[in-house]
């Protein structure tokens, strides 16, 4: 047999399994270098540092939540900004690890980390606000912002603020070289496949072949229908990138998020060039409430950048085979987003597009199926 | 936050959790990717091929069970080599298309898959012989024999054969680089670590300090700590391989199994060398029963080898710092293996060791820890 450590996509049906989901998912954050990658995230850090130090007033003698606290960073912050007291919850063994750091740190007296799933655990009072990094590739996937919101409507008083307050979802058309690659290695996978069926017969008197429609299925899942993570330049993107998804924190539902629909164009603004694949990213902003507003507005994007890459980069969705567009050209989309059936942490993503030509020829539709792993 | 998906190594306690067992460890049996790796892994498909084709007598008319078909590989050579009835149970999807590989190959009217857990199925009668590829790394990472005793002492006729019917771990002495390259990186990481304890608290006012021990420790168990796959050359083997263990499949439990202990002098052969590491394999044989042995014996060895080399490779245990050894020292070792408390399917290692030089001198004893992940 031999199997290496499982990749995680779990097997299970749609049923959800709390420690099923603790193996896969909550596992990673118990590790120290996990929480490094994030907190040396300067864009990032950076962002919910200014947030918070540049709108002190919304922390100052204030009830704080940090929903995920991690190594606890969030909360030091609200502390040090000069919450009167900081809820820091956090479902793994980190949560020992961010004790001793708001310790070593003297705000032990105002920071209380507790341990547990934010579902269940308990506080004493309601919170002034509520501030949390619950943001996964291209937005959504981890579905952690479920438990943001439940936090919210159980223990977020009447005037209290999310930070961050807004998030958004953007889809630009790109080009780029990864599409080649992905289908060479894909193709070379295939070849493998035939030649390792070819020897299994003659060395073993097996023919594999009845298997090799699955084998095809699973490898083109895998090297192309799988979106990829990449920290692209800005000059890949050859077109407008379009908002697809707003959200409002202090009142989105999760029904709101569980699934994602939006119909939208894509103007081609670069000439003569490749459209070889879509790529998701997201934003937010810290804009407090409407009754409650910050002094001063941050915005986190982890959009295309030369010099603000973030560790989110952007999920590329390869689009084979590609297609020859020019400056006028615009692209129809219709896109479609749905949480996994065996794993509500990971997504479905659907892609339908219709080609435009600027010389008013329009293409068939092309509907495509991708999975953000 | 972006966590990529899940190392496999669950943060759970140590409870036996059904469903983050099949999550973690069955589900990598259900790409097909993976059966290909072991199907091309021609020593341990002749081996197979082997005692099956060369001891027709214990097939031909014969009920065989195949504990964790897989792709049914070795059901439809039992069938090939004139089994009147194989059933072949399989815990993952892959039975899907273990029964389709069996139609492809006109079996289907003699195997009969069945998916299910090992442990819950139910045959409609006992059966003359046991086969499985049970075998994971150094033997028993992964776990799996427990499935086949369980196979064994509620289906196997009293008469009834097993294959393969024996087992034996086997640990050497070996010079390796590898840990070198781990000792480097493992610096690396540190030194990086403490740029960063310093970053944070200039850039973002929090001191980080407090966690350099626990990421020192994460590191340590990463880097120097858990065992490596390699498939070593013959040459770096500088003593004389012990065997650590031996399994009779006929007879053992699983008490017997789920602790390993051996106490064992290796000696070294090699003239003044670098003592790196420690090396675990294993190899089987097929042997049949006393009463009702096999006609042509045959051996699974994954020991380091130029020419036969198994996906299974060797499991590489790294001692820091390298000791001096030359021919005539010897090494008297400790040597004990159970199962990780997380993970039942992982295990824990502790090699004591202590060099005697042919000079008579003795070093102290010292002890080191190790995990198979």
């Known amino acids: 047999m031999a199997s290496p450590a499982s990749n995680g996509v779990p097997a299970v049906n749609g049923s959800f399994d709390k420690s099923v989901d603790f193996a896969n998912y909550f596992c990673t ?22 947030a918070i130090f540049n709108n002190k007033h919304h922390f100052a003698g204030k009830v704080v939540l940090d929903v995920g606290t991690g190594s606890g ?6 502390a040090q900004a000069g919450a009167r007291k900081v809820y820091a919850v956090e479902a793994t063994k980190m949560a020992e690890h961010a004790k001793a750091l708001a310790h070593a740190n003297n705000v032990e007296d105002i920071v209380q980390v507790i341990e547990g799933s934010m579902e269940e655990v308990s506080l004493p009072e309601k919170v002034d606000v509520i501030i949390s990094e619950w943001m996964g590739y291209f937005l959504l996937r981890e579905s952690m912002f479920d438990s943001v919101i439940c936090a919210r ?5 009447p005037s209290g603020v999310m930070y961050p307050s807004h998030a958004r979802m953007w889809v630009a058309p790109v080009r780029s070289g990864l599409g080649d690659q992905k289908m060479n290695d894909y193709e070379t996978a295939m070849s493998d496949w035939y ?13 594999m072949n009845v298997l090799s429609q699955a084998y095809r299925e699973e490898h083109e899942k895998y090297y192309l229908k799988t979106s990829l993570w990449n920290s692209l330049h800005p000059s890949q993107i050859i077109g407008t990138p379009a908002v697809i998804k707003e959200i409002d924190c202090s009142t989105a539902t999760v029904d709101e998020i569980r699934n994602v629909f939006a119909n939208f164009l894509l103007p081609i603004n670069v000439d003569r060039t490749r459209l070889s694949a879509f790529a998701g990213w997201f934003d937010v ?20 950048s030369i010099d603000n890459s973030t560790h989110w980069g952007q999920q590329v969705f390869l689009l ?15 896109f479609s987003m749905s949480r996994s059936r065996e794993n509500h942490r990971l997504m ?8 435009q030509l600027s010389s008013g020829k ?12």
């Not at 960073?73 to 609200?78: G, Y």
């Not at 084979?320 to 219709?334: E, F, Q, T, Y």
Request: proline residues 5%; hydrophobic residues 40%; aromatic residues 14%.
């Open 195 to 207: 030649s390792f069926v070819n020897d299994t017969e003659i060395n073993y008197g097996v023919n």
């Open 285 to 304: 902003h810290f804009r407090g409430s409407m009754q409650n507003p910050v002094e001063q507005e941050v915005e986190l994007t982890t959009a295309p």
């Open 73 to 78: 960073i969030l909360a030091i912050w609200s």
């Open 320 to 334: 084979h085979p590609p297609l020859r567009v020019d400056v006028g050209d615009k692209l129809m989309i219709a």
């Open 348 to 355: 479905d993503v659907n892609f339908t597009y219709e080609l």
């Open 153 to 157: 409507d159980k223990w977020l008083k």
């Open 362 to 373: 329009c293409f068939k539709p092309v509907a495509r199926k991708y999975y953000i792993e």
């Open 29 to 50: 954050y118990a590790f120290i270098y996990h929480q490094k990658e994030m907190l040396s995230d300067r864009v990032r850090m950076d962002a919910y540092y200014n």
